[in-house]
């Protein structure tokens, strides 16, 4: 590891191809993820920032440029790098207690260590009495909780997480912020949290990195020096978001007037 | 409102009877429901009958029916002749040969159907000789399997095979093929990151109900093809019960051979589907 910096991108570029046209969903992209901080990636939808954390993921590969994980060159998904997808993305034919066992890492230990570990991060996520139900009969906030504890249960040294909480209602969905702070608090893993709500942005994250859209790069990167847990009422609160509400329409505005995928 | 919905709901706990009576009796409902329209065909038939349009021999009254039925499961009166007492005799040979022909059919097209729905090499060799086989109706293979394996159970469990391969290939290729990409990445990132790996884990798991789905359509099917090839290539089983009682101009007993098949074909439907939510616990 160098200088606690636990992912890491540099000159990054992704080019898809559509049949004959070019889209261009990432340019020029550098980023370094510190060791155990909290890092949000903001941006209207399309620039991008999804791109990003697959390429981190290890699910999409770089056009040009290099991405790392704890220094070493990203060339697949990996155990160190777990996943929370938008859709909860558990496996249907487990119940909770199995879908927390199902990483590669949980399985390979023995009963009593493992059945531990699931019993941990289910009563971490708020889940201990769960372990039985199967995901269709669990709702969308307590599937996303089960995700994150399967991500947590195998180890990951680093949570990527895709929108989350963006299919839940507004309810559930702040609960689920409070919670994953008071995890992050606790456990203190590298999160990278992809998200186009400012909001949410302001209330968790340490940094908070802006993304423009066409082609997708990051335009500012705003550090959150906000003790937490944040009130999302406290006008120190308020004075961020509208700084950052007026940087992400700049940004908007200028990926809107720009030429769209033009870039090379 | 609150007090109001307190006493009907304490009214309707006193009514409502224990749990597992409660199910007997939705399940006697189910049946009852089912029976409806077996019940209404049973009545206009017999109307139809009474008015004799038809000599009774062409078109029997359902007593006569029931009773030469009856006399096939028991061998009481002797009515159904030499199939008198002999039902079980026939269903044991038609039911082999669909288990045989099924195992061998559902088998293989699952195989196939996976390994196609899993490799582009191999759908673009198989997938067009599959299609092209597919319209052929399994009839029409008849006269070749029976030169080929002679009369016998052979080219019966042949037939069946075929009938049963298709739709099982079809559904378990479109299982594997549509499997949520992003279940596939949450079971690489959680480590399962080899091709076996990911099959084992993920994919098999998410294309079980297509392929169960495509299992269910085939034994329907192999029950098709059963009676077809023992009217032709075989001398047991309920099609040969069929043609051989046309042979001999007895309506009552072709019915009763096609009953038969109806309800053991229906009942083999039933039990795969016991085993498939056995198995596919999560889905039900």
Known sequence: MTDGIKLSCEAVRKVFMLGTERTVALDETTLDVYDGEFLCLLGPSGCGKTTLLNLFAGFERPTSGVLRSNGGVIDGPGMDRGVVFQEHALFPWLNVHDNVASGKRVRGKPEAERSAAVKHYLTMVGLAEFGKHYPRQLSGGMRQRVAIARGLANEAEVLLMDEPFAALDAMTRSVLQVELVRIWDEMRKTIVFVTHNIEEAVFMADRIAIMTARPGRIQEIIPIDLPKPRDINSPEFNAIEKRLRDLVFSAHQSGVLGVTGSAA | ?284
């Open chain 2, 1 to 284: 409102m609150g007090p109001d919905t307190m006493v009907g709901s304490r009214v309707k706990q006193a009514i409502v009877p224990a749990p597992r009576v409660w199910a007997a009796v939705r399940r006697l409902t189910t049946l009852g429901w089912a029976l409806l329209l077996p019940l209404a065909a049973a009545v206009i038939w017999q109307t139809v009958a009474s008015l004799e349009l038809l000599p009774a021999m062409l078109f029997p009254s359902v007593g006569t029916i029931a009773a030469t039925s009856f006399d096939t499961l028991t061998g009481y009166s002797g009515a159904a002749e030499w199939y008198s007492g002999q039902w079980y005799v026939h269903a044991l040979a038609s039911t082999k040969r669909v288990l045989l022909g099924f195992a061998i059919g559902g088998a293989l097209g699952a195989i196939a159907g996976i390994a196609v729905g899993m490799f582009e090499r191999m759908e673009k060799i198989v997938d067009p000789s599959v299609q092209m086989l597919r319209p052929i109706p399994v009839v029409a293979w008849i006269p070749l399997a029976v030169a080929w394996f002679g009369i016998g159970n052979p080219p019966a469990i042949f037939l069946i095979a075929l009938g049963t391969f298709f739709p099982t290939y079809l559904n378990a290729r479109h299982g594997v093929r549509y499997v949520d990409p992003v279940l596939v990445r949450a079971a690489q990132m959680l480590g399962y990151t080899s091709g076996w790996e990911k099959f084992r884990f993920v994919i098999l798991w998410s294309a079980l109900p297509n392929i169960f789905t495509g299992l269910r359509i085939g034994l329907g099917i192999a029950w098709i093809c059963v009676a077809t090839a023992e009217m032709l290539a075989v001398k047991s089983g309920f099609g040969y019960m069929l043609w051989d009682s046309y042979n001999f101009l007895r309506i009552d007993l072709i019915i009763t051979g096609m009953i038969s098949i109806a309800l053991v074909g229906f009942l083999s439907d039933q039990l795969m589907l016991l085993v498939q939510r056995a198995i596919m616990a999560w889905d039900k």
